[in-house]
């Protein structure tokens, strides 16, 4: 029997000479003096918010996980056979359920495949690890702590590869966020190399905005918990029980904008760096967005960085999408 994964985390003195808390007090005083006010959404993953988002998976509300789950338990061998033997590398791997699938499709026969999960949660990867190396004895894992753009530079390093980005989490990027993202993947993948894309679609709004304002209240702690985490690591000192979690859909940008709502004046100290932020009684602060998408469209945008749209599934609401992309010979 094989050892437990060796947790692989980013060497810090090679990626970046900041503490981590100065690092995440500027980006904070970045996002807070800008307009609209903005916080980094990567910082909602705290290990707290990881549970929650796992939380939040299983709401009634939140179809998202289920429907692509559901795509992907159709779909895997399929993708498997258009794919041919590759490294799997996953960026925001989370709990990595959902890969279970794609895993289960590729040792079929007992075949061997290197996975190599990425996440900023040292908690979730570990439990992922443990999960799936009892699961699949054949896989190789190398799970890694870290950020997408590391996650794109391992897929490099792997080729021939497949990048696997899921949950839509795509829609997490905005504009210019997406297009620096689909900058790096074009420039970095080999000729070849795969790309496995899960987009959530445009649908109606009533069933966008439930998915994101649950009954039992997990989405709007998910929301807090971001300010809780400014308290615990920055010294924020921000009255948490007077921000409310607002989510709205935004027709203008075809996007979910998750904000929270100050129903008092506070100063939002950031210790690392010495700064401090006021914000108003009335103001709002946005705190994540989930843009929504049109499959042909999507397509047709990654036809520009060089990605090839293979093969397309989705379910029978056309409520979610799956793209099999391939990156282009030059």
Not at 266 to 291: D, M, Y
Request: proline share 4%.
């Amino acid at each position: 029997m094989r050892g437990p994964a060796t947790l692989r985390v980013r060497n810090e003195a090679v990626s970046t000479q900041v503490d981590p808390r100065v690092e995440f007090a500027r980006a904070v005083h970045r996002g807070l003096t800008d307009g609209p006010r903005r916080l980094p959404f990567r910082y909602l993953y705290d290990e707290r918010g990881s549970e929650l988002f796992e939380q939040i998976c299983e709401t009634p509300e939140y179809y998202v996980t289920r429907t692509e789950a559901a795509i992907l338990g159709r779909s895997a061998s399929k993708i498997r056979a258009a794919t041919g033997p590759v490294a799997i590398v996953e960026l925001g791997a989370g709990s990595a359920v959902k890969t279970d699938r794609i895993l289960a499709a590729y040792t079929e026969g007992g075949q061997h495949v290197r996975y190599v999960p990425v996440d900023v949660s040292p908690s979730a990867l570990a439990g992922a690890a443990t999960r799936i190396g009892e699961r699949f004895p054949s896989v190789e894992l190398s799970p890694h702590v870290g950020t997408y753009e590391e996650a794109i530079l391992m897929a490099a390093m792997s080729s021939p590869s497949m990048c696997v980005f899921l949950g839509s989490s795509i829609g997490n990027l905005d504009g210019a966020e997406a297009h620096a993202f689909w900058e790096m993947v074009s420039k970095s993948l080999a000729p070849g190399d795969f790309f496995l894309l899960g987009v959530d679609l445009v649908k109606d709004r009533a069933a966008l905005e439930a998915a994101y304002n649950d009954a039992a209240g997990v989405t709007a702690e998910f929301t807090r918990n971001i300010f809780v985490r400014m308290n615990r690591e920055l010294g924020a000192g921000l009255d948490v029980d007077r921000i409310e979690h607002v989510a709205r859909w935004s027709e203008t940008h075809r996007r979910i904008e998750i904000w929270g709502a100050f129903h008092s004046t506070q100063r939002a100290s950031l210790a690392p760096i010495g700064q401090s932020v006021e914000i108003r009684a009335g103001e709002q602060v946005l705190v994540e967005i989930s843009r929504k998408f049109v499959l042909e469209d999507v397509s047709a945008h990654l036809e520009g960085y060089g990605l090839q749209t293979v093969e397309v599934f989705t379910d029978e609401g056309r409520a979610f999408g799956l793209l099999l992309l391939r990156r282009r010979g030059e």
